[in-house]
């Protein structure tokens, strides 16, 4: 795995984006040059003022520091889109497992209900929901988690239905064991790296997802995300204020993020997905095409 | 199908079908044997004629389109095919083991040789602590002559010879009273073959072992078999003891197939091939599965199947062309 990362910079690059991020959004109040939730006195001159020294990105339609929230704005676009891929492995996963290692009636329902999930467009129906439930951090989480799980369930089912006709499974039905004892020691940890590195991918839909409601005006009001911050600067004068600072950084930030998560992600699949590997004796100039163009497909 | 003492495993018209798309495949079709304590069993045939399907079959192990029609399997006196999921996992392995074809398969790539063998252990709870468990394997490992310090390494890291060596101790691991072998020796090449055998006869006399050994290879059978019984297309052809086999075998198949290994007491000897293919398991000749390919065939081969006889105390075949002058 550490050889596949030194044989892709791309990874490596990506893993550093991601490192820069995590550092910003854990040591926020410390990095930020001001306190987003102070109260500050406010000029008409500090509405939109331009980048400074006192202000290096300037300031927003309130006059608070717009490096300060986009710091800030990091921690929740990184909380939701973890948590939020969290609950789609844990659905995805658990779903994967059941309908692969268990198919029958089961397994077919469990993945037509995917294909379900898999049709509806995912946007408008987490409108709906999180115009109805009301917008809050947790909900969103939630909201965002519930629907993108589909994919890990398909790839995790494809692992699970291949794994268990090795014949070491066979083994252990020989030695007595049961399927719950199967699916826990033999299947879940070769379909485990899989799914980590199927999850890193899904952080960066989450991560999209939240952008796009917060943007559309449905995020959180309490806390400044980055779509937040996008939606206050496009809905609140600052195009025609020019001042391109207040869209910018939150926009660089989300692109930084999710290109972050989709680099780190595609190397670790390449890695770990048996399909995308060529074989170990086929040397890298021999191959038609390079695996990092292949899709996984589930 | 009677014999003086009371068989430890004793297989009783066992049938055994797969059902597919394409029809149902009779894989295995009225099969009885009998194995004593202590006794090493050979079980002959060509590929595909059902060796490995009756092993699974005794084992409950079939793949989800094999059902077993009809029959019994007596392990010790009792029906395992009457027994319930639960009790069939528990009988599994303490009583019966198998050694898989293809060691490297066998075993998770993932998980440590040692843990895998502790795996058989721990099922059956016999591993009451994490040290006594690890004991117990390095016990094993060197019983099969591989360094108890070696637990700790992964499938990759061994060599074909030490995996099959590694599967032979995961087999005893809960002591087991029958090991089945389903071809042990494949894939490996000739000196490993001799050792993996050795090994097989050694721990079958120190462990007094009830050994099934499902292979190809006659001349296996005949260094290790007390009894031989050869199979054609999923039927039994001839049952018997080794020297029986071999000196006077009864069944035209059993006949051709002798001829077909080489005989290193006649090196200029041409060596002959049956000709003609196994039968397809789901369009099967309406008379004597062999028929098609017997040079003995008379007409009667063809319509009527042949029933599995006694030809004499401890001698079973299933040919029309037998009775008629005991050939």
């Known amino acids: 795995m550490l050889a596949q990362l030194r044989r892709s910079p791309l990874g490596v690059v990506g893993a550093f984006m991601l490192g820069l991020a995590l550092i910003a959004a854990t040591f926020a109040p410390w990095l930020a040059p001001y306190d987003p939730e102070q109260t500050i006195h406010v000029t008409i001159e500090d509405i939109y003022a331009r980048p400074s020294a006192e202000h290096i990105l300037g300031t927003d339609d309130g006059g608070n520091d717009v490096l300060s929230a986009f710091i800030f704005g990091s921690r929740v676009s990184l909380l939701v889109g973890f948590s939020a891929s969290l609950i789609s492995m844990f659905i995805g996963g658990a779903v994967g497992l059941v309908a692969g290692f268990y198919g029958g009636r089961i397994g077919n329902a469990l993945m037509r209900l995917t294909d379900i999930f898999l049709v509806i467009p995912d946007l408008p129906l987490m409108i709906v929901i999180v115009a109805m439930v009301g917008p809050s951090l947790w909900n969103i989480i939630l909201v965002i988690g519930i629907l993108g799980w589909t994919g890990t369930a398909r790839m995790v089912r494809a692992q699970a239905l291949s794994l268990k006709e090795r014949q070491f499974v066979l083994r252990a039905r020989a030695l007595g064991a049961g399927n719950f004892h199967i699916l826990r020691r033999h299947i879940f940890p070769l379909v485990l790296p899989l799914m980590v590195a199927n999850t890193v991918l899904v952080i960066s839909l989450s991560i999209l997802s939240e952008s796009t409601l917060s943007f559309l005006g449905l995020g959180d009001p309490t806390t400044l995300s980055w779509g937040g911050m996008l939606n206050f600067a496009f809905t609140r004068g600052a195009i025609s204020a020019r001042a391109w600072w207040a869209l910018v950084a939150p926009g660089l930030g989300i692109v930084w993020v999710v290109l972050a998560c989709t680099l780190v992600g595609n190397t670790l699949e390449e890695a770990f997905n048996p399909r995308l590997q060529s074989h170990h004796l086929q040397g890298e100039d021999k191959m038609i095409a390079s695996p990092s163009h292949i899709q996984a497909e589930g | 199908m009677e014999r003086a003492e009371t068989p430890l495993l004793e297989v009783r018209h066992l049938s055994t079908n797969f059902v597919t798309d394409e029809g149902v495949f009779r894989a295995v079709e009225d099969l009885s044997f009998q194995l004593r304590r202590?006794?090493?069993?050979?079980?002959?045939?060509?590929?595909?004629?059902?060796?490995?399907?009756?092993?699974?079959?005794?084992?409950?192990?079939?793949?989800?389109?094999?059902?077993?029609?009809?029959?019994?399997?007596?392990?010790?006196?009792?029906?395992?095919?009457?027994?319930?999921?639960?009790?069939?996992?528990?009988?599994?392995?303490?009583?019966?083991?198998?050694?898989?074809?293809?060691?490297?398969?066998?075993?998770?790539?993932?998980?440590?040789?040692?843990?895998?063998?502790?795996?058989?252990?721990?099922?059956?709870?016999?591993?009451?602590?994490?040290?006594?468990?690890?004991?117990?394997?390095?016990?094993?490992?060197?019983?099969?002559?591989?360094?108890?310090?070696?637990?700790?390494?992964?499938?990759?890291?061994?060599?074909?010879?030490?995996?099959?060596?590694?599967?032979?101790?995961?087999?005893?691991?809960?002591?087991?009273?029958?090991?089945?072998?389903?071809?042990?020796?494949?894939?490996?090449?000739?000196?490993?073959?001799?050792?993996?055998?050795?090994?097989?006869?050694?721990?079958?006399?120190?462990?007094?072992?009830?050994?099934?050994?499902?292979?190809?290879?006659?001349?296996?059978?005949?260094?290790?078999?007390?009894?031989?019984?050869?199979?054609?297309?999923?039927?039994?052809?001839?049952?018997?003891?080794?020297?029986?086999?071999?000196?006077?075998?009864?069944?035209?198949?059993?006949?051709?197939?002798?001829?077909?290994?080489?005989?290193?007491?006649?090196?200029?000897?041409?060596?002959?091939?049956?000709?003609?293919?196994?039968?397809?398991?789901?369009?099967?000749?309406?008379?004597?599965?062999?028929?098609?390919?017997?040079?003995?065939?008379?007409?009667?081969?063809?319509?009527?199947?042949?029933?599995?006889?006694?030809?004499?105390?401890?001698?079973?075949?299933?040919?029309?062309?037998?009775?008629?002058?005991g050939t």
């Open chain 2, 38 to 325: 202590g006794e090493f069993l050979g079980l002959v045939g060509e590929s595909g004629c059902g060796k490995t399907t009756a092993m699974l079959s005794v084992l409950r192990l079939l793949p989800a389109a094999g059902r077993i029609v009809s029959g019994e399997v007596l392990l010790e006196g009792e029906d395992i095919l009457k027994l319930d999921a639960a009790e069939m996992r528990r009988m599994r392995w303490r009583k019966m083991s198998i050694i898989f074809q293809g060691a490297m398969n066998a075993l998770n790539p993932v998980r440590n040789v040692g843990d895998q063998i502790a795996e058989a252990l721990v099922l059956h709870d016999m591993a009451p602590s994490r040290r006594r468990a690890a004991a117990r394997v390095g016990e094993l490992l060197e019983l099969v002559g591989i360094d108890a310090d070696r637990a700790d390494q992964f499938p990759h890291q061994y060599s074909g010879g030490m995996r099959q060596r590694a599967m032979i101790a995961m087999a005893l691991a809960c002591s087991p009273q029958v090991v089945i072998a389903d071809e042990p020796t494949t894939a490996l090449d000739v000196m490993i073959q001799a050792q993996i055998l050795e090994l097989l006869e050694r721990l079958q006399r120190e462990l007094g072992l009830s050994v099934i050994l499902v292979t190809h290879d006659l001349s296996v059978v005949a260094e290790v078999c007390h009894d031989v019984l050869v199979m054609y297309g999923g039927v039994l052809a001839e049952y018997a003891t080794v020297d029986e086999i071999y000196n006077e075998p009864l069944h035209p198949y059993t006949r051709l197939l002798l001829e077909a290994f080489p005989d290193l007491s006649r090196p200029d000897e041409r060596m002959i091939s049956i000709p003609g293919q196994p039968p397809r398991l789901n369009d099967l000749p309406a008379g004597c599965r062999f028929a098609p390919r017997c040079p003995m065939v008379i007409d009667r081969c063809r319509i009527e199947p042949p029933p599995v006889r006694q030809v004499r105390p401890g001698r079973w075949a299933t040919c029309h062309r037998i009775d008629e002058a």
